[in-house]
């Protein structure tokens, strides 16, 4: 913990936007992660839904996901990661809140039309999860300095993990104090819609700029250019583009070592 407490002091001194990323990080990944838990606990007791239901609902959720995250490309494409990583989290706390008013256990037809809403509602945060994750992940490589790639995608998945047990805890505070199995579904509501703050307080632009100088740091190329480089091939980096090109005159130089290994047999 020692470490970490330093390397986040580090970067909320050098590159203050990666560290405003890792705390929005902190909260919104602790609601992804205890989304399982607390859903499963208002179906179960608010909405008195047997096993086979609550295991279909979970299966509709994971299996939306994919080809969500699939055709996350597209937002990506059309309005960058970091805006519809945003929107994500901002649609994620929405449709949450707004849940508890359409699935609610007042009376037993009210729990019957719950149960035929809960797959729908599935359908809608299997979006999210599946647009969500990809989105951020590609925004914080972009904000990160090159170099440090290990310790910061390390930093990055303990910042996943470290308030995982804040919403749970938060429900059952709330559940006791209140009688609401509603205020799990609002407890994570309200972590989406907090996270989105430090979020909105970073600069895409400037983050980008403050990294720019490290990148020549970050030689490997889509293509394969670090095993040539083992080979002996020069390489530079395109800091506008990130990618990093191999010299030409690579080609030349096998041809001329191959003429000389010829010339001595």
Not at 181 to 208: E, H, N, S, T
Not at 214 to 231: I, M, Q
Request: glycine residues 8%.
């Amino acid at each position: 913990f020692r470490q970490i407490s330093s390397t986040l002091c580090g970067l909320k001194s050098s590159y203050p936007y990666v560290f405003l990323l890792l705390i929005g990080v902190m909260i919104i990944d602790a609601a992804f992660g205890a989304f399982s838990t607390i859903a499963v606990t208002y179906m179960k007791y608010e909405l008195d839904a047997d096993n086979t239901l609550v295991t279909v609902i979970i299966l509709i959720l994971l299996v939306v996901s994919l080809p969500s995250a699939i055709a996350a490309r597209v937002a990506m494409d059309r309005f960058g990661p970091f805006h519809t990583a945003i929107i994500t989290a901002l649609y994620m706390g929405v449709i949450t809140f707004i849940a508890p008013f359409f699935m609610n256990g007042s009376t037993e037809k009210a729990q019957e039309i719950a149960r035929e809403l809960a797959p729908i509602f599935a359908v809608c945060w299997g979006v999210g999860f599946g647009v969500y994750y990809p989105c951020i992940q590609a925004t914080y490589t972009m904000i990160i300095p090159a170099g440090s790639e290990a310790e910061m995608m390390g930093l990055y998945y303990f910042c996943t993990k470290v308030l995982s047990w804040a919403p749970p805890l938060l429900f059952v505070v709330f559940n006791n104090w209140t009688g609401e199995q509603r205020a799990g579904l609002w407890v994570l509501a309200a972590f989406f819609l907090v996270g989105i703050i430090p979020y909105c307080m970073i600069d895409l632009v400037k983050a980008r700029e403050m990294v720019a100088d490290t990148l020549k740091n970050r030689a490997v190329s889509p293509r394969g250019s670090l095993g040539l480089a083992a080979a002996g091939a020069k390489t530079t980096y395109d800091e506008e583009n990130a990618t990093s090109v191999t010299d030409n005159r690579l080609t030349s130089s096998v041809s001329d070592a191959s003429g000389v290994s010829e010339g001595n047999l």
